[in-house]
């Protein structure tokens, strides 16, 4: 699973001119699930997106997480993480998983992340998404949990 974090003043998603998610201040998500993730691997994301410190402590220094200050989580399905762009100039998408594991993965991270932490907003899967956010730094970390046996 892949996880592109991105500390955000506010971040929205709209689908058909319509508001679909939106936080203040916290983390905005991009996620994507790869060939061979299961629940597993899904659970180890959030658990480290969740206390991943990105946010300031009263020093200065990124000691916080979003689980320590309480802001949003917004989360995005985006299948183009797992793109290979090795060779040519045109990505393949062959690492990615096939949409119905992509959903299911996806749905699973929501859930999960609802039962843990107050603010949970989501972009849709499959849609035609537009996403804007105000990064705040930036700060923005790529996380990515390998399936277990995998090499990469």
């Known amino acids: 699973m892949i996880g592109l974090l991105q500390r955000v003043s506010e971040a929205a998603v709209r689908v058909d001119g319509q508001t679909v998610g939106a936080i ?3 983390l905005m998500v991009l996620v994507c699930a790869e060939k061979g993730d299961t ?15 990105v946010f300031s402590d009263e020093a200065g220094k990124m000691n916080r997480s979003v689980t ?19 060779s040519g100039t045109r990505p393949s ?3 990615a998983a096939a ?7 996806f749905e699973h991270v929501v859930r999960q992340a609802r039962e843990r932490h107050g603010i949970v907003e989501t972009g ?6 537009k996403v804007s956010l105000i990064n705040d730094g930036p700060v923005t970390f790529w996380l990515r949990i390998d399936p277990v046996g995998a090499a990469r």
């Open 24 to 26: 203040g201040p916290g």
């Open 39 to 53: 629940e597993r691997e899904a659970d180890l994301l959030l658990t480290k997106l969740l206390g991943y410190r």
């Open 68 to 86: 320590d200050t309480g802001g949003g989580l917004l989360l995005v399905p985006q299948f183009t993480l797992a793109a290979d762009t090795k």
């Open 93 to 95: 998408f062959s690492p």
């Open 99 to 105: 949409p119905e594991d992509g959903r299911r993965l």
């Open 124 to 129: 849709v899967f499959g849609a035609d998404m």
